[in-house]
């Protein structure tokens, strides 16, 4: 079993940044592959990016790429998501969410088995 909490939402105007934490707990999370997602108002769950559970592999949303970066620290038991040159259009609620069996197909809601219950993040223009 895992827990996870994030944090570190907030309100910021358009180019700037903010860091996202997913904290994590059970002893599971080393091993899980980690992922973030947003829920823009109305609309589905969209994938963001991703970590391997070594951290040696990330992947990312082609509307991210350059601008997010996901990153582990195991002995934190803690995800994070670095995120620059904000736009009005990164605004959503941000979720991490857990994988323990590293499934290939990782942008899917379905390749995860633990979410946290999201933070708010407002990019205004």
């Known amino acids: 079993q895992v827990q996870l909490v994030e944090s570190g939402g907030g309100l910021v105007q358009a180019g700037g940044s903010l860091r996202l934490s997913c904290a994590a707990s059970?002893?599971?999370?080393?091993?899980?592959?980690m992922g973030w997602f947003r829920r823009a108002p109305g609309k589905e769950h969209e994938f963001v990016a991703r970590?391997?559970?070594?951290?040696?592999?990330?992947y990312y949303a082609d509307s991210v790429k350059g601008r997010f970066t996901i990153s582990r620290d195991n002995a934190k038991n803690t995800v994070y998501l670095q995120m620059n040159s904000l736009k009005p259009e990164d605004t959503a609620v941000y979720y991490c969410?857990?994988?323990?069996?590293?499934?290939?197909?990782?942008?899917?809601?379905?390749?995860?088995?633990?979410w946290g219950q999201g933070t708010q993040v407002t990019v205004s223009s």
């Open positions: 059970g002893r599971a999370f080393s091993r899980c592959a």
């Open positions: 970590i391997s559970w070594t951290g040696s592999s990330t």
């Open positions: 969410a857990a994988d323990r069996g590293s499934r290939v197909n990782y942008r899917l809601e379905g390749s995860y088995d633990y």
